[in-house]
């Protein structure tokens, strides 16, 4: 029986989304974008690298093919299925995103907060300071969690009072530190503000601890955690759970799910180290059983913070690292490579940019095929479902 690995790039969007400027996004392309960066000489940091964009695995699988970014002869035509796929959900946001790759699309808006400041209701954090007794927060505004941390860590530290801040997402993140404030703390914390956020429709409450002592020395730790809502409908980890397949969830798929069709959750600090943690699921992982990863760099640490040298360094680490998956495939395996949204870092601010995302799917045997633009990310789900021979969702279409 066949194995599925589905990956997803996070924020690794290839522009041109139908609806895109009814999110004000017309004209982002994050993969585009870097790449002519890079061409141009504006990707490169002293000490990180320098030159043209070069990643030869992955466009051996098509991606610049599927991004409308290669010319005939120019790059190889793909060593398996090579494509796009549109947004249909209403938002551009993480659970959005990875819900639709999983078969659900998102019908319904989610609840945002203003911009403004403060951004949270009173009532809000009245309710939330009540019923955890912390002495009060700081920040209450939109804001990039690194800025916010430096800005406020040390007030934080002082005043035993966390950092509530949200962003363009339907979301509450919560920044503390792991010691002074205690991480389990931090988790009470969220969990608490998450029954709180849960009548304002809000996607997600973030725990996002740090460590340091001066906003020289603060930086995040991979003790990240999303308290998030289950997904509206039985999606492809849920349905390969029930036909009794193991799931195992490389880094935060398991919290974008709520846990949900999950036999296993493996994390590491990075995305180097979260390859290393799928490589390792992929050789544990039995005849019919799906490996579901997400690898968060490229969206937190440079997507985020509009870091073209430090996103295009990560794209060719994560790409000279692509033999060893391709060593570890069996035959009758598929790999699917995909994104879950965009976040040009040549984009003005710091939020999501809606964007069509690539989709490469590859295993022994495949042969080279162009599967087009397809209408919906659900397309990945069904195939992935197709081939493991899991029953048919009510969204997509596979492509296999």
């Known amino acids: 029986?066949?194995?599925?690995?589905?990956?997803?790039?996070?924020?690794?969007?290839?522009?041109?989304?139908?609806?895109?400027?009814?999110?004000?996004?017309?004209?982002?392309?994050?993969?585009?974008?870097?790449?002519?960066?890079?061409?141009?000489?504006?990707?490169?940091?002293?000490?990180?690298?320098?030159?043209?964009?070069?990643?030869?695995?992955?466009?051996?699988?098509?991606?610049?093919?599927?991004?409308?970014?290669?010319?005939?002869?120019?790059?190889?035509?793909?060593?398996?299925?090579?494509?796009?796929?549109?947004?249909?959900?209403?938002?551009?946001?993480?659970?959005?995103?990875?819900?639709?790759?999983?078969?659900?699309?998102?019908?319904?808006?989610?609840?945002?907060?203003?911009?403004?400041?403060?951004?949270?209701?009173?009532?809000?954090?009245?309710?939330?300071?009540?019923?955890?007794?912390?002495?009060?927060?700081?920040?209450?505004?939109?804001a990039s969690g690194t800025e916010i941390i430096e800005t406020l860590g040390e007030e934080s530290i002082r005043t035993g009072r966390p950092i509530f801040y949200t962003s363009g997402d339907s979301v509450l993140q919560i920044a503390a530190h792991e010691t002074h404030f205690g991480l389990e703390r931090l988790y009470d914390l969220c969990a608490a503000a998450r029954r709180h956020v849960d009548p304002l429709n809000i996607g997600r409450v973030i725990a996002r601890p740090f460590l340091g002592e001066d906003a020289m020395s603060f930086r995040r730790t991979a003790n990240r955690r999303d308290y998030s809502v289950p997904p509206p409908e039985a999606t492809l980890l849920d349905r390969a759970s029930e036909a009794g397949r193991r799931t195992i969830a490389i880094g935060k798929i398991g919290d974008i799910f709520a846990h949900r069709g999950i036999s296993e959750v493996r994390k590491g600090d990075g995305?180097?180290?979260?390859?290393?943690?799928?490589?390792?699921?992929?050789?544990?992982?039995?005849?019919?059983?799906?490996?579901?990863?997400?690898?968060?760099?490229?969206?937190?640490?440079?997507?985020?913070?509009?870091?073209?040298?430090?996103?295009?360094?990560?794209?060719?680490?994560?790409?000279?690292?692509?033999?060893?998956?391709?060593?570890?495939?069996?035959?009758?395996d598929v790999a699917v490579l995909t994104a879950d949204h965009g976040c040009d870092p040549t984009w003005p601010g710091t939020d999501h940019t809606r964007e069509r995302v690539p989709v490469l799917a590859f295993g022994p045997g495949f042969a080279p095929r162009d599967i087009g633009c397809r209408p919906t990310f659900a397309d990945i789900g069904e195939s992935v479902a197709a081939h493991l021979g899991l029953p048919k969702g009510a969204h997509g279409t596979s492509f296999l």
Not at 300 to 309: A, E, I, K, Q, T
Request: net charge negative; glycine share 14%.
């Open 1 to 142: 029986m066949p194995r599925a690995i589905l990956i997803v790039m996070d924020s690794v969007g290839i522009g041109l989304a139908p609806d895109a400027a009814s999110f004000g996004d017309a004209g982002a392309d994050t993969f585009g974008h870097i790449l002519d960066a890079c061409a141009q000489g504006h990707g490169d940091r002293d000490g990180l690298r320098s030159g043209p964009l070069t990643l030869p695995n992955l466009a051996a699988l098509g991606l610049h093919r599927a991004a409308g970014r290669a010319g005939a002869g120019d790059i190889p035509a793909g060593a398996g299925l090579y494509g796009s796929a549109a947004e249909v959900s209403r938002g551009k946001d993480t659970p959005s995103g990875h819900w639709e790759i999983a078969g659900v699309p998102v019908a319904f808006d989610w609840g945002y907060f203003p911009h403004t400041v403060p951004t949270f209701p009173a009532e809000l954090i009245a309710e939330i300071l009540d019923d955890t007794g912390i002495p009060g927060i700081l920040g209450d505004r939109h």
């Open 271 to 332: 995305n180097m180290a979260l390859f290393d943690a799928m490589l390792g699921g992929i050789e544990d992982a039995g005849e019919g059983d799906l490996v579901f990863a997400n690898f968060v760099d490229f969206d937190s640490l440079f997507g985020h913070r509009r870091d073209v040298p430090g996103y295009a360094s990560a794209l060719e680490a994560f790409d000279a690292r692509l033999p060893e998956l391709f060593a570890v495939l069996r035959p009758g």
